[in-house]
Nanobody, 119 residues
């Protein structure tokens, strides 16, 4: 059974950095694209960043452009989210997700990792 496992969350001061990891386990794992989403208390889940496995093409939400970087390691089936210049409003549970095609929904999700940014 394929699973996504996030790690790297924690507590950091405003202006600091964290790197999140999302490791895919399972011998049959395959993916067209991976993405990071986040959900703050009382808010809906929102898109943060995505990367296409084969082309390294990336996309970002406007509110993280220039601060966050998504990358992947094919050999390890792992996706990373480097978060710099963190702000208190970045506080949320961060989830990684996978989808099988460009017009298919993200249908495989991790359990989430908490990121808390103190002011």
């Amino acid at each position: 059974q394929v699973q996504l496992v996030e790690s790297g969350g924690g507590l950091v001061q405003a202006g600091g950095s964290l790197r999140l990891s999302c490791a895919a386990s399972g011998r049959t794992f395959s993916s067209y694209a991976m993405a990071w989403f986040r959900q703050a208390p009382g808010k809906e889940r929102e898109f943060v960043a995505a990367i296409i496995w084969s082309r390294r093409s990336t996309s970002y939400a406007n509110f993280v452009k220039g601060r966050f970087t998504i990358s992947r390691d094919n050999a390890r089936n792992t996706v990373y989210l480097q978060m710099d210049s963190l702000k208190p409003e970045d506080t949320a549970v961060y989830y990684c997700a996978s989808r099988q095609g460009p017009v298919m929904p993200y249908d495989l999700w991790g359990q989430g990792t908490q990121v808390t940014v103190s002011s």
